[in-house]
């Protein structure tokens, strides 16, 4: 257990419908990462937060976004859901984001988009 | 950005025998690299990282080896197990801070 949390588990929905991940970090972490991982794309860098700020873009669509709240928590929207979206979307966290920090992962949002 | 390449893609070997991963990154100023196991239904975990002032580092029956010239790191495992088995990640952080992941070995410790 990494000590990172993901609601939820699971989500199953339709195209052009909107959700919302949520991630909590480990207790002291600062910076959430959000990554998705697809069969054919492996695993792809979206998004970073530190304390509330962000961080570091990457691959994210216009259609995602993020936040992180005053407690630490992040969520990441999905909206106008295709069905590429279908794929796993983990969140890590780590200590802070100065140099390079040891990033641990949650367990992961399997999403399918029907 | 950075770019990394993994190889290979599948390895399957015995129990008790030794498995080594390959990676090779492109920028040079990346100076840490971690490499995750992932399990089936799990997240990455992180098993051992090496930073770039030292050339290998051993955790037990893993250890990885850095070659900054060459810019190209190994994971090497010894005595495989079957818990072992599963897909695992290199990484490098490239001038940001956000993770390049390799795509992906598989590993397979058959009886």
């Known amino acids: 257990d990494s000590g990172v949390t993901q609601t939820p588990k699971h989500l199953i929905t339709a195209t052009g419908q909107r959700v919302t991940l949520r991630c909590s970090p480990r207790s002291g972490d600062l910076s959430v990462y959000w990554y998705q991982q697809s069969l054919d794309q492996g695993l792809q860098f979206l998004i970073q937060y530190y304390n509330g700020e962000e961080r570091a873009k990457g691959n994210i669509l216009e259609r995602f976004s993020a936040q992180q709240f005053p407690d630490l928590h992040s969520e990441l929207n999905l909206s106008s859901l295709e069905l590429g979206d279908s794929a796993l979307y983990f969140c890590?966290?780590?200590?802070?984001?100065?140099?390079?920090?040891?990033?641990?992962f949650g367990p992961g949002t399997r999403l399918t988009v029907l | 950005g950075e770019n990394v390449e993994q190889h290979p893609s599948t390895l399957s070997v015995q129990e008790g025998d030794s498995a080594v991963i390959k990676c090779t990154y492109s920028d040079s100023a990346s100076n840490y690299f971690p490499w995750y196991k992932q399990e089936l239904g799990k997240g990455p975990q992180l098993i051992i990282d090496?930073?770039?002032?030292?050339g290998e580092k051993k955790d037990q029956r893993i250890a990885v080896t850095l070659n900054k010239t060459a810019k190209h790191f190994s994971l090497h495992i010894t005595e495989t197990q079957p818990e072992d088995s599963a897909v695992y990640f290199c990484a490098a952080p490239g001038t940001a801070s956000k993770l390049t992941f390799g795509t992906g070995t598989r590993l397979q410790v058959t009886l």
């Open positions: 890590a966290s780590s200590v802070a984001t100065g140099g390079f920090d040891e990033q641990f």
């Open positions: 090496i930073r770039s002032n030292v």
